[in-house]
């Protein structure tokens, strides 16, 4: 009576390769995984401390080594700061100037940018890229002029002096121009046989379809308004008509300069940039990257 034997098992060279291949990017992975959390602490603990730090008292951010959660929430450091300088106004300021800004920027880069990709001129390559050469012009080189001119035509400390050196922009033209490109012609063919003019099929069908860029464009504007510090600090002269970034300076370089005013209008200011970085961050990918393909 024969017996059957079981046959060796014969190794899979293929499995033998994996194996190493899976390991190295696992570890790989891990390693990536590792360095971004390393690099979103080292972001995020900053804004955190600030959150942190408006709410505690005076004894807790003097403390050693320092608290990293308030003990007792409190709200002192914002009343403090809004009865030390006028935050209320300087907010409203803030807000309403970056919004003119904003919308100004918006009106005046639509139509430049539809001039540009669609109606006939001579020259225009020329022109654009004369629009884009005020982008090579540094700020600090035209901010004498601006307020030289703007002085003397009466409108230091006024709203319309804080907006008026702002109201256009070669970025939002190129922005936009290249997001219009994208525009099929035969749609553009197809709404003028529809008797549509330049007016209404700007403002009825190509705004409406490039909102994604028209989003990045105004999110973008905006918090380069609300940031602005140099010209409004040279521009105004009353502390009533200064923007919220003018009065933190001002508590801060106080003699009595308490830190937690200081947390607390920091606060206050990160509010509108935190709030437009977050709901509005596909936006602005989806923005950017417009007319980046053809």
Known sequence: MTTLTKAPEVADPARAVRRPLQLRARLGRAGVYAVLAVAVVTVAFPVYYVFAGAFMRPDEIASYPPAMVPHSVTGQNFSGAVHAIPLVRQYG????????????????????????????????????????????????????????????????????????????????????????????????????????????????????????????????????????????????????????QIGLSSLRDSEMADPGLILAGVVLSLLPTLALVLFGQRFIVRGLTAGAVR
């Open 93 to 244: 300021n803030s807000v309403l100037v970056a919004g003119l800004i904003t919308l100004a920027q918006l009106f005046t880069s639509v139509l430049a940018a539809y001039a540009f990709v669609f109606l006939p001129m001579r020259g225009r390559a020329v022109v654009f890229g004369l629009f884009l050469a005020t982008l090579m012009v540094p700020w600090e080189a035209i901010i004498i002029p601006n307020y030289l001119t703007l002085s003397g035509w009466g409108l230091g400390n006024t709203y319309f002096g804080l907006v008026l050196p702002f109201l256009a922009s070669g970025f939002g033209t190129f922005l936009l121009r290249q997001s219009f490109r994208q525009f099929p012609g035969e749609l553009r063919d197809a709404a003028r046989i529809d008797g549509a003019g330049h007016w209404r099929f700007l403002w009825r069908i190509l705004v409406p379809l490039n909102k994604p860029a028209l989003a990045a464009l105004a999110i973008y504007v905006f918090l380069s308004s609300w940031n602005q510090y140099f010209w409004p600090l040279i521009i105004t002269r009353t502390a009533e008509m200064q923007t919220l």
